[in-house]
């Protein structure tokens, strides 16, 4: 079951290298590390470049950041969680052994709040940053409903032309937020990496309209295909929607937005930082870089009803919504929520290429972040692998509970 969840990711490839030149293009100011030369797209780095890159994003692209405040919420040491890795070919000796063999470089096991496992590699360690990939997509649809509770958007079942009107006249009249937010649209759009005229390696090199947002002058172009909230169809340019949304509605960027409602309150240890496109704009579906006991903080967060300071920052049932099924995807195992990969038994996680998640189940209280540096931007074995490392965890858990 597992590890179908997982190729869910497979068709974001040609987004990045997308985003990625584009960004290189318009980064004549971005200072790229001389052991890092720089490449066309991310995904033609060489394992080297890719341990030294993805926890330096910063160095190499332009970024925004989301500022953490002074008070940090401590995440104190627990018992250390004792946990046997069985994979379904074999059963690894040892944590270390497991993270050498699949790239791992951060692994983090939260449960009740306090740490049971903190393990690191490939020269990286808890004070730096790692890039998210697409993990970064539950976080700006977190942001969507903040700006609910706030009142900058007053409903996702608003048409989201209300809010973006250059959409007007095209094939998201009549779309709602929340058909967009669930990937639901209806609008026509193919993410085949393998084709070179397909939306999602076009929507970064059609030059925009002048004036126009490269997001919605792209978006705005494409014919529909469905009935809006009949068929899903996964559309990393939606999430780049409702990036431009958010800012838009609030009048901030994301990193601002961002840190006054969670990286401030909540107590983040660290700033983050989010890759900005040629326009200083946050792409929504990707690229937010975090240290690992910050992402392990956000899962917390969603686990503790997304409140702040004692106050909560998302509308009463969002996080309910958020992170159940409201959309089925062509995997019968796996749903999908707002941003959020929905699974049967109440878990939902966050993920990203290369090997990144945010694991979070309620029935355990407990959080698993996981940051890699695959030797593929997704593979069914290290997926599979991945899998076993989490049920591994899980029935450590479970047998401590028994």
């Known amino acids: 079951m597992v590890s179908a969840r997982f190729r869910r990711s497979f068709p974001r490839i040609a987004l990045y290298a997308a985003i990625l030149s584009a960004v290189l293009a318009g980064a004549c100011t971005a200072q790229t590390p001389p052991s890092l030369p720089a490449p066309a797209s991310v995904l033609f780095w060489s394992q080297a470049q890719r ?87 539950s976080f700006t649809s977190t942001l969507v409903g903040a700006a609910v509770r706030d009142g900058y958007i007053r409903s996702v079942d608003a048409p989201i032309t209300d809010y973006l009107p250059e959409l007007k006249g095209s094939g998201y009249d009549g779309v709602s937020i929340r058909q967009v937010l669930t ?3 209806g609008v026509r759009w193919n993410e085949d990496y393998t084709d070179p005229h397909s939306d999602v390696a076009q929507m970064f090199v059609v030059p925009p309209d002048p004036g126009v947002d490269r997001t919605l002058s792209y978006m705005r172009r494409l014919p529909r295909a469905y009935p809006p909230g009949t068929h899903w169809d996964y559309k990393t340019g939606e999430t780049n929607l409702i990036g431009v949304l958010v800012a838009r509605a609030t009048h901030m960027s994301l990193a601002d937005y961002l840190s006054e409602k969670i990286w401030v309150p909540f107590g983040m240890e660290r700033d983050a930082v989010w890759m900005v496109d040629e326009r200083g704009q946050e792409q929504g579906g990707c690229c937010i870089s975090v ?63 290369f090997g990144q998640m945010i694991y979070v189940d309620p029935a355990r209280d407990a959080v698993v972040v996981i940051v890699s540096a695959w030797p593929h931007a997704t593979d069914k074995a290290e997926s599979v692998a991945r899998a076993g490392l989490i049920s591994s965890i899980l029935a450590g858990l479970d047998h401590e509970a028994h």
């Open 51 to 137: 341990e030294k890159g993805f926890p330096a994003m910063e160095a190499q692209f332009p970024t925004h950041v989301v500022r953490h405040g002074d008070k940090v919420r401590t995440l104190a040491q627990g018992e250390p969680l004792r946990f046997q890795i069985k994979l379904s070919d074999s059963t690894m000796p040892s944590l270390a052994d497991y993270m050498t063999a699949h790239k791992t470089a951060g692994l983090f096991v939260l449960q009740h709040g306090v740490i049971r496992t903190e393990a690191y590699g490939l020269g990286f360690g808890g004070e730096g940053r790692w890039t998210s990939f697409s993990v970064a997509k």
């Open 183 to 185: 990937m639901t649209s």
């Open 291 to 353: 240290t690992v006991r910050d992402y392990a903080r956000m899962g917390l967060f969603m686990l503790q009803g997304a409140r702040a300071n004692g106050a909560p920052v998302l509308p009463d049932g969002w996080l309910a919504s958020a992170t159940h099924q409201q959309a089925a995807t062509p995997d019968p195992t796996v749903g999908y929520g707002f941003q959020w990969w929905t699974h049967p038994d109440g878990s939902y996680d966050a993920r990203g290429i």
